[in-house]
């Protein structure tokens, strides 16, 4: 069973704001590609509900935001 802590909605969408940005100053990544997608298909869908964090349960579908929590809390 995940052990790891369930990411607060409003958190997890903070985080996910600051991955993006930290994002945007690159000229390229992997994580910058994965945010790319990300955004670009919950616009496309126009329901902030499809981007990656609520892809699973708890708001941990996005590594970039779980790792941001994890360190932090």
Known sequence: MDDKKPIPEEVA???CEEVRELNK??????AKGQCWGC???S??????RHRCIF???NNRGCYLVNKIFD???
């Open 13 to 15: 969408l903070q985080i």
């Open 25 to 30: 100053k690159k000229k390229f990544s992997l």
């Open 39 to 41: 955004m670009k298909y």
């Open 43 to 48: 616009q496309k869908k126009n329901d902030i």
């Open 55 to 57: 892809g699973e349960e």
């Open 71 to 73: 360190s932090k809390y």
